[in-house]
């Protein structure tokens, strides 16, 4: 069992800053996968920013140079540093995780959502 909460989000400038940062707790015997989600009211859900269990990373397009996802493994917490906001990246922010548990059984969990909102 592995729980998630975000937490960082807030109104900012565009140009601004913000770190998000997505906290665990709870066990597992591996973390497969862990990403960050979007979703602005009337859009779909999009993937920010994800790593593997490897350190692999990826980003959407329309964040690649300004986004950074990162982890502290002491902290179980895994950041997206987000700089040069812009109004459209406005919306909720979410963490995901894909884990195994011993039984071998693949789970998922999902933050509860951080709003960050971008406005002049």
């Known amino acids: 069992q592995v729980q998630l909460a975000e937490s960082g989000g807030g109104l900012v400038q565009p140009g601004g800053s913000l770190r998000l940062s997505c906290a665990a707790s709870g066990s597992a015997f591996s973390i497969n996968g862990v990403g960050w989600y979007r979703q602005a009211p009337g859009k779909e859900r999009e993937l920010v920013a994800g790593?593997?269990?490897?350190?692999?990373?990826t980003y959407t397009d329309s964040v690649k140079g300004r986004f950074t996802i990162s982890r502290d493994n002491a902290k179980n917490t895994v950041y997206l540093q987000m700089n040069s906001l812009k109004p459209e990246d406005t919306a909720v922010y979410r963490c995901s995780a894909w884990y195994l548990v011993v039984n071998g059984t693949l789970l998922r969990s999902w933050g509860q959502g951080t709003q960050v909102t971008v406005s002049s």
């Open positions: 790593f593997s269990s490897g350190g692999s990373t």
